[in-house]
């Protein structure tokens, strides 16, 4: 509850013009009764965000945030209600006096500011460290190897720990704090025999930072390969992991202006792409992806990458991470580097550039589970099959757009050459059968589905592949050819012969590459025909495609109870099919 009386949070409100408010921060322009501007809160070309001055509030019609002057200030802020509150007061001129705190609450606000003037000292302390004293020459040198600028130190306020014992609290005991309070923080531990030493010793120090850039804790990295590796401050009453993400302070205003959110697992992940200019980045500070990290982000940033290490571990995070994104409905894409390569180790050998074309080639988190689990898995037998269905259905019915998740079903459906019904029998709990996963009567393996077609025609006619570009190749091909039909134009456009080795180690499924490999290899077949019409025929076949999921969605509704959400939800649908399927006979 706010502490600040309703009638001053009424008369902030009220004399805060909400146009003046937001136009800091968003570039507005009139448009009838409303003024528009490019959202602040998500990525967009075609200005959706919308204030209206005389309702004083706000709305985008692209993410679907909206509210008032202190709904605007929040969520661009990272602040609490009585935060923002006091935030646009401060700016109107409205002096706002709270309630006393009773005594718990004032001793509970004291050591709160205690603690965080002790961190902010600690951090001093490793600065100094770091910069001018000779204990910290093996950072300083550990650094120039790592190719760690100044201006990038500064920006991170890195430091170093000393070689000894007690550094740190002989330090603190000059400037008089108290070293009980300071253990709460995890800096210092008492010894048994009395006095206290020090945590951090002979590390690189990176200084953990809250969202309005206050040290809250620390992690403590080796300049060698003893172990551990890294050291972090443990949970504090100002310091908890799970809602504290690595460098969000930094990364606050990219994230707004990007509309996304890169998220990695290191420090000096998260440090080499700040240096070769990617802003938007956080790290989760030795812990997995939480609630709470999420709810943080989404303050800034509407959509989120991954880019884990590609190992195990790595990939587990990222699967860890799939869950959460499902669960919340958050649109998150999985950044893939070169096997073996980090961030940093990437972007010195290859470069920025390379690292934002990686990043625009970004799949869809759980597509990128799918790929991951087919190739790993015999999916030539009924038992591969099956254990791939039991892995991939839990996450699949966690994505609630229906139309998303019925494309997953059609897509996931044609790769394992099974029956759609065996999917939808399995979100609906129902037994699937052995002949379900046999394979789809009327596909004969010679035949060319519209897609593959099209790829046949890219590869052969440049007019063709131009039509896809303007047309946009996300609206033509399913997640399964999207990423060999934007290599085709990306290699296109340098001017050089399309690399169709390349473009084919892209595909997980081994039957699906000798399959695109014989269309590739071969296309006499199509020196007789029409470009233009033979896209134009395409496009119309992968509409009627699209409809034919009629008769499954059918199938589903008939097992279900008509009072479900389900029910109305399927209806719905089958009505949307049933109305493009007129306009096309």
């Given amino acids: 509850m706010s502490m600040i009386p309703d009638d001053k949070v009424r008369e902030v409100r009220e004399r805060a013009a909400i146009l003046d408010v937001i136009s800091d921060y968003v570039n507005l322009r009139k448009s009838g009764a409303n003024f528009q501007g490019i959202c602040p809160f998500h990525g967009e070309k075609t200005p959706s965000f919308n204030v209206n001055p005389a309702r004083e509030i706000f709305h985008c019609f692209g993410c679907g945030v909206g509210g008032n002057v202190f709904t605007f200030i929040m969520k661009i802020e990272g602040l609490t209600f009585p935060e923002a509150v006091k935030f646009v007061a401060k700016r109107v001129g409205v002096v706002i006096e709270d309630r006393p705190l009773t005594v718990p609450e004032q001793k509970r606000q004291d050591e709160r500011e205690q603690l965080y003037r002790i961190n902010e000292l600690a951090a001093r302390f490793y600065r100094r460290v770091l910069l001018e004293d000779g204990a910290g020459e093996a950072g300083r040198r550990y650094l120039e190897r790592r190719g760690v600028d100044a201006a990038t130190s ?7 720990a000393p070689d000894r014992w007690d550094g740190l609290a002989h330090f603190l005991q000059q400037q008089r704090v108290p070293l009980l309070q300071a253990e709460k923080l995890g800096i210092i531990r008492q010894r048994e025999g009395g006095g206290y030493y020090d945590i951090f010793r002979n590390r690189l120090i990176f200084t953990i930072a809250d969202p309005q850039g206050r040290p809250i804790g620390f992690g403590g990295r080796v300049l060698d390969d003893s172990l551990p590796k890294y050291i972090n401050s443990p949970e504090s009453p100002i310091y908890h992991k799970s809602e504290v993400l690595f ?29 070769a200019g990617v802003k938007n980045v956080v790290a989760t500070c030795g812990t997995a992806l939480t609630p709470g990290h999420l709810k943080l982000l989404q303050r800034y940033a509407g959509r989120f990458y991954t880019l884990f290490d590609s190992d195990s571990a790595g990939k587990k995070a990222t699967f860890r991470a799939m869950e959460l994104f499902l669960g919340e409905n958050v649109p998150a894409s999985v950044v893939e580097l070169t096997a073996g390569e980090d961030p940093d180790s990437f972007l010195k050998k290859e470069g920025a550039e390379a690292f934002a074309g990686r990043l625009k080639a970004a799949r869809p988190i759980f597509e990128y589970f799918f790929r991951d689990l087919v190739q790993h898995t015999d999916t030539g037998s009924v038992a591969g099959k099956v254990a791939v269905i039991d892995q991939l259905t839990p996450f699949l019915a966690k994505i609630s757009n229906p139309v998303e998740r019925d494309l997953y079903v059609r897509e996931i459906a044609r790769v394992l050459g099974i029956e759609e019904r065996a999917l939808l029998r399995k979100l609906g709990r129902g037994p699937v059968t ?34 896809v570009s ?11 050819h999207l990423p060999i ?34 269309l590739f290899v071969a296309d006499a077949h199509l020196e007789e025909i029409d470009p233009h019409k033979a896209f134009d025929q395409c496009l119309q076949a992968r509409e009627r495609d699209s409809l034919k999921g009629l008769k499954s969605l059918a199938r589903e ?17 089958m009505e949307s099919l049933r109305n493009r399927k007129s306009q096309l006979l």
């Fill in 247 to 275: 460098g969000v302070d930094l990364a606050r205003q990219p994230m707004r202006g990007e509309g996304t959110a890169i998220i990695v697992e290191g420090y000096f992940d998260h440090l080499a792409l700040f240096q």
């Fill in 434 to 467: 052995t002949a379900d996963m046999t394979p789809v009567r009327g596909q004969q393996r010679g035949s060319l589905g519209s897609e593959e077609m099209l790829l046949a025609l890219m590869a052969k006619f440049p007019e063709v592949a131009g039509r």
């Fill in 485 to 518: 039909a934007e290599t085709i134009l990306a290699q296109q456009e340098t001017g050089n012969a399309v690399d169709w080795g390349c473009i084919l180690e892209q595909i997980g499924s081994p039957e699906e590459r000798s399959r695109l490999a014989a």
């Fill in 557 to 573: 509704l008939s097992q279900l109870d008509p009072d479900s959400p389900r029910y109305r939800e399927l209806l719905e649908q």
């Fill in 470 to 480: 303007e047309y946009g190749p996300a609206g033509l091909f399913s997640p399964a």
């Fill in 154 to 160: 500064e920006a991170y306020r890195l430091g170093f």
